[in-house]
Every structure is written in C-alpha cells, then in structure tokens.
C-alpha cells in the first residue's frame, strides 16, 4: 500500500515542478528569440529598408526581401517597409510582392538558428532540422510555384487589389502582443545595463546578440530535458490526439499563437525543440507551421487598415501567398508529404555531415541572395 500511495502523492508534485521549470525556460527561450530579433534590427534594419527601396526586378525583389528578412530577424519589418513604400508611391504593387514572397522565406531563418542547439546530440538534431527545414522547403515551393506566374499574369497583385477595393479602410485595430508586454520589461534593462558600458548602437548590438544566443542555447538544452522527462509521456497523447487526427485544428493553432504571439518565428521556434524531444512529430509540425505563416500576416492587415488601397493590397497579397500555397500545397493527399519528405531527407543528410546546415543558412539566406543583388545592380 505505501508504495502506491508515495507514487500517487508524488507524482502531482512532479509534475507541477516540471510544468514550472518548462514555463521558465519558456520564457528565457521567449526572451532569447525577442532580444535576439532586436539586435539584427539594430544591426541590419536600415540596410534591410534601403535593401527594399532599391527594388527594381522582381526576381532580385525575391532576394532582396529574403535578405531583408534575414538580417532584421523579422518578415514583419520587412513588409511594413514594404507598406510604407507603396503607399507613398516608391514601390509598386508589383514590385513589392515578390519582396513579400521573399519576406516569408527569410522569416524562416530563426527556427534554422534554433536548431544549432541540438547539433552536438544526433538523433535530437536530426529531429529539430526536419521541423525547422519544412518550413523552409514549403516557402521555396510556393516561390517556385507563384512566382513565375505573378510575374507573368500579376495574379496576386490582382487578387489582392481586388479584396482591397471590398475593404472598408477605417480607423485602424491595435493590438498589443502578450510575449511582447512579457519580455520587453527585461530587454529594456539589459539594453539599459549594456549601454551604460558607453558602447556605439553596433556594439550594444553585438552583446545584445551574443547574450541572446547564450540564453537561446541554454533554454533549449533545458527545455529539451524537460520535455523529454515528465512531460514527454503526457503531452505525447494530448498533442497527437488533436494534431494528427485534425490537421484543420492544427493549423488553426498555428494561427491563432502566431497572431497572439505577432511572431511566426516564435511559434516555428518552439516546435522545434518539442519536435527534438520527441513530443511533436513532422507531420504533427507541419500544419502548425503552415497555421503560423498564414497567422503572421494578420499583424499587417490589421495595421493595412489605417493605410492606404495599396498598403492594404500588399498585406491581402501576403495573406494569398499563405493561404493558396496550403491549398496547393497541403491540401491535396498526394502532394501533402512531398515536403515533410524532403526535410526528412535534408535532415538525415545533414545529420551525416554537418556542414550542411552552416551551408544551407550561408548559402539560402545571405550568399545567394546578395549575388543575385549584385548581378541586377550591375547589369
């Protein structure tokens, strides 16, 4: 009897003190994410906006929005830079759209970084780069799918400016981020602690960065084992009940964090360590991703509102781009696993040969991007 009843009396306790040690690395995992998009604003965000004014071809638009994205650490910079630039005329709504295409793809970096603190365990790194590279590998065929056909027909432009034209544009929604009002207190009085070294804007970035990435590591080192403990064995039922008998239900919940949260990166952040525990599995990450990138444009239709028909569009082309892409992508049986496939496959590559995923990121987000910039400034 006594042994029974210590196991029933513990395990209540356990698993609140599990539940308390996953919400706090949660939030220095939050925390993390946050500080670290605000350094590469720092860092790159008026790069990014003389990146984005200085669109002239759509195919180099793509790029340019992929790096934007990239060095700000955030698609919703990106098109709001690309919003202001079509309202006030620099831009056209032609142009801006493959930059937005290419803001969705650059957003995708931060779960990559992510990952990186699951290289040196294998099987818990080949895990985390699947769920990081689906969402990768779903933007890039979406690219290659609308692109040319955006470019030929102008069909998002259209569609967008249609819905636009339906559209009453009144006086605006705010809306004010939870995860921001939780983490913001904090990186103010870091930022606050760093200045008063008397560091340049550049250097209070650099420590901003590299304390981020420190904190990064060490709630994802944390939050794994925690996941893997105690958690592991009740979160696993609940989430695969509800994620992969209800695909609809999952996307909807990566919608509805990510419009909560203002951050995709967030959201496909945070599947990735849940994914190199073992408590998500690909197909389970798959939807929420896709739930995430279409929860990641309704920040900028909400701000669209106050603007003008065109500022609108833009956010309408970005809401399209998501949403035709899970039509196209996702809804039809035999194309649905391509991708997870070749994440799958990628990650088992890379799993073999490391170098892989410093190439990939190097490669997609920076090295790529800035020559096909390059070429269209000279040419």
């Not at 937005?100 to 970096?109: E, L």
């Not at 560091?199 to 990064?216: C, D, F, K, Q």
């Not at 190199?276 to 239709?301: M, S």
């Not at 892989?356 to 400034?377: E, S, Y």
Request: glycine fraction near 8%; aromatic fraction near 8%; avoid cysteine.
């Amino acid at each position: 009897m006594s042994p029974i009843a210590t196991s029933t009396r513990e395990r209540p306790e356990s698993v609140w003190w599990a539940l308390i040690r996953a919400a706090i690395f949660l939030y220095v995992f939050l925390l993390a994410v946050a500080m670290m998009g605000g350094a590469f604003k720092l860092l790159g965000g008026g790069f990014a906006k003389a990146l984005v004014a200085g669109t002239s071809n759509p195919f180099a638009g793509l790029f340019i929005g992929v790096l934007a994205t990239s060095l700000a650490q955030s698609s919703s910079l990106t098109t709001s830079v690309v919003v202001g630039l079509v309202a006030s005329g620099t831009l056209t709504t032609e142009l801006a759209v493959p930059v937005i295409m290419g803001a969705n793809v650059g957003t995708s970096i931060t779960n990559l970084i992510v990952t990186l603190g699951h290289l040196r365990r294998s099987n818990e790194f080949r895990r985390a780069l699947a769920a990081a590279t689906v969402h990768d590998f779903f933007n890039w065929a979406a690219v290659i799918l609308f692109l040319p056909l955006q470019v030929t027909t102008g069909f998002l432009s259209k569609m967008a400016g249609a819905l636009a034209n339906v559209v009453v544009v009144g006086d605006g929604v705010s809306f004010t981020s939870p995860t921001k009002a939780m983490t913001k207190p904090v990186i103010h009085v870091i930022q606050d602690v760093i200045q008063q070294t008397g560091l340049p804007n550049t250097g209070v970035a650099i420590v901003e960065l590299v304390l981020s990435l420190a904190l990064l590591f060490l709630a994802l080192v944390m939050l794994t084992k925690t996941m893997k403990g105690i958690l592991l064995s009740r979160l696993q039922p609940v989430l695969s009940s509800s994620f992969a008998r209800n695909a609809p239900l999952a996307i909807v919940f990566g919608l509805v964090i990510t419009a909560i949260a203002q951050s995709s990166s967030i959201t496909t952040s945070l599947l990735v360590p849940m994914a190199a525990a073992g408590v998500l599995r690909l197909n389970q990450v798959y939807p929420v991703t896709l739930g995430a990138n279409v929860g990641t444009t309704v920040t900028a239709l909400l701000a669209a509102t106050v603007g003008s028909i065109d500022g609108l569009a833009i956010a309408f082309a970005h809401l399209l781009f998501n949403v035709i892409g899970i039509l196209v992508l996702y809804v039809p049986p035999p194309v649905r696993p391509l991708i997870p496939k070749a994440a799958r496959r990628f990650a088992i590559a890379a799993t073999k040969s490391r170098r892989l995923v410093l190439i990939f990121i190097l490669g997609v987000f920076f090295v790529l991007p800035g020559l096909v910039i390059l070429i269209d400034h000279f040419l």
